[in-house]
C-alpha cells in the first residue's frame, strides 16, 4: 500500500459501505423502520450515485499521499459495518398520541363506517378511522367497532391500544390509539397483539380538556404480530 | 429553496467564505427554516390549522429580524474561520482529470465525507439523549423553570428536520401545551445539534456562543411572556 492514498481509500470504503447498508436495508425491506416506503425510490438513487462518488476517487487513490488523517472515516466505516451486520427491526423512538391530529379522510370509507352498525377497521384504514373517531365521535357513539392494535400501556382498568405511525422517518413515529376499557384482561400484557371487540364510548380528560373516544370492551382476543407494524400515511 | 435546515447551514457558511456580510447570512439561515412550502405545508398538515402555521411564520420572523439586529449592532471580530475564509473551496485536494464530471464527482464525495462526520456525531448525540428523554416522566415537568430547560435539550437535541418536527411539536403540544410545541418547531431546527456542529465549517466557537445565546435569551422572553398571557 506504500504507493496508494490510505486517506483516499478509507473514504471509498465508507462511501460504498454506506451504499451497501443502503442495499441491504431496501432489499430486506428493514428500510421501512427508518423512512417512509414513498421515499424507496430515492434512497435506490442515492445508493447507486455513491457507489459512482467511489468509483470516481480510485484514480486518485492511487496517487501515493504522505500524511494520512482517515481515523474518524475509517471509525465510521466500523459503525456502518455494525449497522449493516445487525440491523434494528424496532424503531426506537414513539411517542403516545391519544388526541386527534388532522388528515384528508376518504369520503367514502367513512360513509360507510357512519352508516354501520359494526365497524371492522382493516389494518390499512386505522388511522383515517382514529382521526374520524376523535374529530366526529358523535357519528361512532354506541357502535360496535372490530381491530387490532399491540398494547402499548396497561394502567388501572384502561389498555391504551396503538399503532405506530410513520409521517416521514422514524424520528416521527408516534404511537396512536384509543383508550380501551376493560372488565377482565387475562394473561394480557404490554406489547402483546390483540384483537379489540367492543362499543365506542365518550370519557372526558382533563388534558385535552374535552371528551375522547374510549372503548368499552366485549372482547379482547390475543393475535399474532401484524407484519408491516408500522401506518405510512 | 425547499430543502431542510441541516442542508442550509454549510450553504451558509459557503457565503460566509464567500464575503456576504454576517447579518444577513443570519437572516437567510433563520428565516429558511420556516418560509419553506414544505415546512409550511407539513405545519397544516399535523395540525390542520391555518393559525399555527401563521404562528410559526411570525415567530419565525421575530427570532429572524431580532438576532439579525443582534449580530448587526455587535462586534464582527472572530466569527469567521479566519484560515477557511482564506478559500473558496475547503472540500480538500480532488487531484487532476481531464474528464470535468469525475472531478465534479470526486468533489461532491470530499464534501459529502467531510459534512458526514458532523451529522454523524450530531446524530449519535441526539440518538442518546432522545433514548433517555423518552424515559423521562413528562407529567412531572410542572415548573416552569424546567419546562424551559426542558424545552431547549428538545429543540438541541430531537434532531429532526424543519420540514417534519410539526408533527412531534403536535405529540409534544398535548402533553405540554401549546406555546411550547410551538417553540419548539421554531427553535428546533435553530439550535439543532447536528446543525450546530455543522456550524464548526465555517464559524468559530465565539460565533456559535453568540447565536446560540441569542436564540436562548429570545426564547426565554417570549416563554415568560407567552406565560403571563
Known sequence: ?233 | MPVCDCAMVPIASRLVQKKVPIPQVITFLLASTSLNPLVLMSTYYAFASVEVVIHRLLLTLCFTIMISIGFALSSKEDLVDSYLSMFTCSSGYIGQSKSKVELLLRHASMEFIRLLKFVFIGGFISTMIQFYIQAMPLPILTNPVLVFAFLVICAAFISVCSTSNAFIARSLSVTLGYPFALLFMVIGPMIDIKNILLMRLGFTNKFIIKYVSFIVVIALIIFVVGLNL
Request: hydrophobic share 45%; net charge positive.
Open chain 1, 1 to 233: 500500500m506504500k504507493k496508494h492514498n490510505i486517506e483516499v481509500w478509507v473514504q471509498i470504503s465508507l462511501l460504498v459501505m454506506i451504499a451497501i447498508s443502503l442495499f441491504t436495508l431496501l432489499t430486506t425491506n428493514n428500510i421501512q423502520n427508518y423512512v417512509h416506503p414513498r421515499l424507496n425510490v430515492y434512497l435506490w438513487i442515492t445508493a447507486f450515485v455513491l457507489l459512482v462518488m467511489a468509483a470516481s476517487l480510485i484514480r486518485l487513490a492511487l496517487v501515493n499521499k504522505h500524511v494520512n488523517h482517515f481515523k474518524l472515516n475509517a471509525l465510521m466505516l466500523v459503525v456502518f459495518v455494525l449497522i449493516t451486520l445487525f440491523p434494528t427491526t424496532t424503531p426506537i423512538t414513539t411517542r403516545v398520541e391519544t388526541q386527534k391530529i388532522a388528515t384528508k379522510t376518504e369520503v367514502s370509507l367513512l360513509e360507510t363506517y357512519y352508516s354501520s352498525d359494526i365497524i371492522k377497521i382493516r389494518n390499512e384504514d386505522f388511522l383515517k378511522w382514529f382521526y374520524d373517531v376523535n374529530t366526529h365521535l358523535d357519528k361512532y357513539l354506541n357502535k360496535k367497532v372490530v381491530y387490532n392494535a399491540k398494547i402499548h400501556e396497561i394502567r388501572g382498568n384502561y389498555i391504551l391500544a396503538t399503532r405506530n405511525i410513520m409521517v416521514c422517518c422514524a424520528a416521527d413515529i408516534a404511537a396512536m390509539g384509543a383508550e380501551v376499557k376493560y372488565s377482565s384482561i387475562g394473561d394480557l400484557k404490554v406489547g402483546d397483539w390483540i384483537q379489540i371487540e367492543g362499543i365506542i364510548t365518550q370519557e372526558y380528560r382533563e388534558i385535552f380538556k374535552q371528551n375522547i373516544p374510549i372503548i368499552r370492551s366485549l372482547k379482547l382476543e390475543k393475535i399474532e404480530p401484524i407484519k408491516n407494524e408500522i401506518i405510512y400515511p
